[in-house]
């Protein structure tokens, strides 16, 4: 299966700003690329790219006043398989995980483990260890928080979302992320394409997806509690620990979002020239 992927992203800047931005495939997903990706910045201005402590692919640049563009496009190919599932992937005793993966139990800037941890016990605590745990987590997650653009706030937090019942995909996911971190499960803040593959095309226009890895049995597992069903091609831009590490763009000054379109298409081949749907 070939996918399509890309963005024309543009801001406008009253001054010079210093920017870094996360809107390359992670390197995990480079081996897929069948069209390589196509970084294009508009004015041509210096570019550094460098690997930021999580491993994703970053870039840092001085934005001249003016219109900003950021541009990509580029095709991967998948197998076309949903997300695989590890039924029986057990929880690890904190004490023998490795040692980077111990950041991943820790509160982070959204995900505040410590004040719900009591939350988290009182839910999960008779649920059974291991994957069916994370599940039961995704399940009360994406039943316990009402979708909605219109509720999407920067400063949000895990807690209130817990507390305010509504939010987007980043706070579906810092909510389970920190009741599984409440509950000693590593988990980790994922973002990426994911498009309406082998499932209905939603009216919503495209955007960037956040989900979440746990580690399980010596390996990272992938959970949705924003759409809780197995997916087919989701693909990795970054991961943290939460949305602070892995925001597309941080500007270091004022600038303002003009425009900003994503596409997450099947495609028919390694040219992407032709979607599949529509």
């Known amino acids: ?3 399509r992927i890309g963005y024309d992203i543009q801001f406008e800047i009253p001054a010079p700003t210093a920017m870094m931005m996360l809107l390359r495939v992670h390197p995990s997903v480079e081996p897929l ?99 069916d745990r994370v599940q039961a987590i995704v399940d009360y997650v994406h039943d316990h928080i009402t979708f909605g653009y219109k509720y999407a706030r920067w400063t949000k937090t895990a807690k209130d979302a817990f507390e305010e019942k509504k939010g987007v995909c980043r706070d579906f996911t810092h909510l389970a992320v920190a009741f599984c971190r409440c509950m000693g499960i590593p988990a980790r803040y994922v973002t990426g394409y994911l498009g309406d593959i082998g499932v209905p095309i939603a009216p919503d226009p495209m955007d960037f997806s956040a989900w979440f890895e746990v580690y399980l049995s010596g390996k990272w597992h992938t959970f949705d509690a924003r759409h809780n069903q197995r997916r087919i091609g989701r693909l990795l ?31 028919t081949d390694a040219t992407g020239q032709t979607k599949v749907h529509g």
Do not use: H
């Open 1 to 3: 299966m070939f996918i």
């Open 33 to 131: 690329l069948v069209k390589p990706e196509d970084l294009k910045v508009e004015p041509a201005v210096d570019v550094l790219d460098f690997d930021d402590e999580f491993g994703n692919r970053s870039r840092r640049l001085l934005a001249p006043a003016g219109t900003l563009r950021l541009t990509n496009d580029a095709v991967v190919e998948v197998d076309g398989k949903p997300d695989p599932i590890a039924a029986d992937a057990q929880e690890i005793p904190i004490d023998q995980l490795p040692p980077d993966v111990m950041q991943f139990l820790l509160a982070s800037r959204y995900c505040e483990v410590d004040a719900l941890s009591e939350a988290a016990w009182d839910l999960f605590s008779k649920t059974p260890r291991g994957w």
């Open 237 to 267: 831009m970054a991961k943290g620990r939460d949305a602070v590490d892995v925001a597309i763009t941080t500007s270091f000054g004022p600038t303002t979002l003009k425009k900003f379109d994503v596409w997450t298409d099947e495609v």
